[in-house]
Structures are given as C-alpha cells and as structure tokens.
C-alpha cells in the first residue's frame, strides 16, 4: 500500500515559480503528476522513471517544469517555471507499479495510487 502527500501549491502571479512536493509511504516505481482544472479532465502533464534517468513531459509544459525525484527521501518534485494562467489546476501526484516508463504513463489507469492533490493558481 502507498501512501502519497502533496505539498506546496498556493497562488503565484504570472511567470512566477512554485515547487511542488510528493511524500511518499511505502515502496514506489516509476511516478507521474496530472493536473485538474475545473470543468475539465484530469491531465497528464509529466513522469518519470523509478530511477530518475527518464522524463517525459506534456507539450503544454515542456522547457518550463521539471520532474524530479530523491528515492532516498522517498519524494517527488515538480519544479514549475514561468508559470502560466492556464497552469491553474488541482495538481495529484501517482505512482505506477511499474519502473520503467512508456507511454501509458501518460494515461491515468497506468497508476494505482493517488494523493489527494494541491491547488496551484496563477493570477495573470
């Protein structure tokens, strides 16, 4: 059973910067985040590999957020640059029972647990 805490949302003017974190419980493998925005469907927007040597990342995002993990402290990060008013949205943070990345990870059924997500809003 994994257990996932995400930290660090809040409000952030345009082309400002937040770094989003995940704790985790229990043993995890290769993790995504997706975001929500209201009235919309979750999205995928990156993950990367249990250990750390591969990222893939939604368009809408590339070149501005970066994925990260430390396996030591058990915890994912997302560090979120020039940020943008559509970037509001929920943020959950997953974890997939596998290692290695492939394209499913861009799908939300690829991840068995979820954590209960951080509000990021970016005022223009």
């Known amino acids: 059973q994994v257990q996932l805490v995400e930290s660090g949302g809040g409000l952030v003017q345009a082309g400002g910067s937040l770094r989003l974190s995940c704790a985790a419980s229990?043993?995890?493998?290769?993790m995504g985040w997706f975001r929500q925005a209201p009235g919309k469907e979750r999205e995928f927007v990156a993950a990367?590999?249990?250990?750390?040597?591969?990222?893939y990342y939604a368009d809408s995002v590339k070149g501005r957020f970066t994925i990260s993990r430390d396996n030591a402290k058990n915890t994912l990060y997302l560090q979120m640059n020039s940020l943008k008013p559509e970037d509001t949205a929920v943020y959950y943070c997953?974890?997939?029972?596998?290692?290695?990345?492939?394209?499913?990870?861009?799908?939300?059924?690829?991840?068995?647990?979820w954590g209960q997500g951080t509000q990021v809003t970016v005022s223009s």
């Open positions: 229990g043993r995890t493998f290769s």
């Open positions: 990367i590999s249990w250990s750390g040597g591969t990222t």
């Open positions: 997953a974890a997939s029972p596998r290692r290695l990345l492939s394209d499913n990870n861009r799908k939300r059924d690829e991840y068995d647990y």
